[in-house]
């Protein structure tokens, strides 16, 4: 394997996560320059932050794809970006309260909810955002998609109650929360950053044994995300194996024993 390979992708770009630092290279540049160009960019950014990013990429070259990509035909997509991303993580970052009138999904209108809102998800799964808040009236954890809110409006909240709120509602998602190990096989760790990129939407903590010369990625996430988690497993094949976690092992024994069934191997 490439001898700087563990260093540099696990090693140095952790500490500089952990500092706050974020390496981008000139190729991730003319992507974003090209990207900004899109009629979508004016509504995902201020004014301000829009001329911020043009200024500092004002030397760099566009990226063309014009003629290295070609696209074939395919089913509609919804938009990924949503109209109240921006103010939704205003009212979040200030933790203030929100009025929301939202539509379920048997038609019926909710209006003028108090809540307070936790966070922004955007599902993998099902290619859109939810909005998690917490029902003051209800004294519920809700969970709305974006497309659904009809309106959303400011509303004031004490801070140390907010504060409070928030405090358990982070606690009663954790406890939801259920940790999983997963090896990668050392025979596969010069794609460790491949590997790691497609657990890169979860939350993850990632250890290496020197002695073994192993990495283990110790992934927490809700259980209502297993099965995301069990597709990208899946996807990568015999480079990896589940440690800890007995949800997935016996759905990855019971995937692997139907394929050997199909073609006439019997499983022992």
């Known amino acids: 394997m490439n001898l700087f390979e563990k260093i540099f992708n696990y090693q140095v770009l952790s500490r500089l996560e952990d500092s706050g630092t974020f390496m ?3 190729h991730e540049r003319a992507w974003l320059k090209m990207m900004l160009d899109h009629p979508a960019a004016v509504e995902a950014f201020t004014a ?6 043009c200024s500092l990429l004002e030397q760099d070259q566009r990226m063309d794809t014009r003629d290295h990509l070609l696209e074939k035909a395919k089913s509609t997509e919804g938009q990924v970006y949503h ?22 999904k048997r038609g019926q209108v ?12 955007y599902s993998m799964v099902k290619r859109e955002w939810y909005l998690l808040w917490y029902h003051l009236r209800h004294r519920a954890f809700m969970s709305t998609r974006l497309k659904n809110i009809i309106t ?11 504060e409070r709120i928030l405090a358990h509602v982070a606690r009663t998602l954790d406890s939801r929360k ?28 990632v250890a290496y ?19 995301f988690l069990l597709s990208k497993i899946r996807f990568l ?12 092992k016996r759905r990855m024994l019971e995937a692997s024993t139907k394929a050997l069934e199909r073609y006439g191997v019997e499983h022992t």
């Open 152 to 162: 959303v409006s400011a509303e004031p909240i004490p801070p140390e109650k907010a």
């Open 209 to 227: 044994d020197e002695e073994q010369d192993t990495y283990r990625v110790r992934v927490c996430l809700p259980g209502d995300e297993m099965e």
């Open 24 to 26: 981008i290279t000139s």
């Open 237 to 248: 094949g015999k480079r990896v194996r589940v440690i800890e976690g007995s949800y997935l």
């Open 83 to 104: 109209s109240l991303l921006r103010s939704l993580r205003r009212h979040i970052t200030n933790k203030s309260g929100i009025c929301l009138t939202y539509q379920l």
């Open 110 to 121: 909710q209006s003028e909810q108090s809540g307070l809102p936790y966070k922004l998800e």
């Open 48 to 53: 301000e932050t829009l001329d911020k990013l």
């Open 178 to 205: 259920t940790d999983v190990v997963i090896e990668i096989v050392r025979e596969y760790n010069q794609e460790l950053s491949r590997i790691l990129y497609a657990f890169s939407c979860f939350e993850k903590d």
